[in-house]
């Protein structure tokens, strides 16, 4: 696997996923929010979005977070080895969602001037996440990417066994030979 897209709700541990996996086989990772947002949460033009997103997966191996279905689907699917559906329960993500808009804690996965926040449109938007928006990204999937195995993963223990079954890779020097 050298090309992976994960999938998932908002709270579902997409951007945690990411970070284990690009660690675990020394790949790069790619969050798409500090992709689409300017500071403020402005929406960029969309072409600006997909070219960024183009330059971001340009290399041959990466991990890639995020859905952003429509915008971006046609981009990432026909070059990824796998996708990982993140199935995380709806109450776990909205409790996640919850708790870091409180704590307004920085992360690398928040685009540069963008702050937590507590916002009732999106904790409305990952609740209703399962019954609203997955169909239309399932369904952008199955037209873009039908021939991308897919895993499901649903427990923390699901993930945890997943990441244990992954190779370790060797982290390069600085001389681009093996640590």
Request: with cysteine; charged share 25%.
């Amino acid at each position: 696997m050298q090309r992976i897209v994960i999938l998932g709700n908002g709270g579902s541990g997409k951007s945690t996923l990411g970070r284990a996996i690009g660690k675990r086989l020394n790949l790069p990772v790619v969050h798409l929010d500090p992709l689409f947002w300017e500071p403020g949460w402005i929406e960029p033009d969309a072409e600006q979005f997909r070219q960024r997103v183009s330059q971001a997966i340009a290399p041959d191996a990466w991990v890639c977070e995020g859905n952003y279905a429509r915008r971006t689907f046609d981009l990432r699917l026909p070059r990824a080895d796998v996708i990982i559906w993140l199935d995380t329960p709806r109450l776990t993500c909205f409790t996640r969602v919850i708790m870091r808009s409180l704590t307004n804690r920085s992360r690398p996965d928040l685009a540069a001037g963008c702050r937590e926040k507590f916002d009732w449109v999106f904790l409305k938007f990952v609740w209703n996440f399962d019954q609203g928006t997955r169909p239309g990204i399932e369904t952008v999937r199955k037209k873009v990417g039908p021939q991308v195995p897919v895993i499901h993963l649903r427990t923390t223990r699901q993930i945890a066994d997943f990441l244990d079954a992954l190779p370790a890779m060797p982290v390069s020097g600085l001389d681009g030979r093996p640590a």
